[in-house]
């Protein structure tokens, strides 16, 4: 229960007033603030489109990173922004900002520090920025370790582990090598249109040997946060690439069921 502004009121009511009326009334609007939706709407949700300028920002720096910026790259990054369904002149500005990145004089950690404070605290929608950046991330093919080195700072601001990551990409239609912990792209799986290639472990970023509990738990936890309900105000094809996700969460977690006989 929050009482924070009922105990503000009380006392703001008996400065102003020096009563017990007063201190009522300040109570009273206490009560309000404390119970206001707008307050605790206001606290969670993500101004709809802050993302987009350091996202691309973002993209432009991990496409430069290995020293060139191929067709291959440039093309994923106008498919996102055909994605988002951006307007003329957001297109001209993420443009911009793609350029930018592209530069030595880039200040890579406040597109970072941009993304963390969209997210506020938030993993779906972490989750979210990564998945619209692997496109672009693995355009060319293999990661490399300058953009590994990249994706890998971003995360560790977003407050997302490398196994989450993995079965991001996995989600996404990459799979991974992790020798010695790092985490390389080995191949790609077969394409979307053959769904059952997908490795259902790797999806909910398991080991083969995860027991039972294990694998509940890592459902239970991906779901929670790619539930397009939970989003709030942000662009539509967030929300599609949100459901999206969401079920081929549930897919790999009732493949599972068959195959190790959970109830």
Known sequence: MNIIGKIVGAILGWLLFRNPIGIFLGIALGHLWDTSPLRHQRSNRPLPDAFVTPLFALAGAIAKSDGRVSEAEIAAAESLMARLQLSSDQRTNVILQFNAGKSGEFQLNMAIADLKAWCRGRRDLAYLLLDMLLDIVYAEGPLVPEKLAIVRRLCMALGVHEQELMALAAMRGYTYAAP????????????????????????????????????????????????????????????????ERAREINAAYERLRDIRGIK
């Open 180 to 243: 010695g912990g790092h985490y390389g792209p080995s191949s790609r799986p077969p394409p979307r249109t053959q769904p059952q290639g997908r490795d259902p472990y790797a999806v909910l970023g398991l080991s083969r040997d995860a027991d039972e509990r294990a694998i509940k738990r890592a459902y239970r936890k991906l779901i929670s946060q790619y539930h397009p309900d939970k989003l709030g105000d942000v662009p539509d094809e967030l929300k599609r690439r949100s459901e």
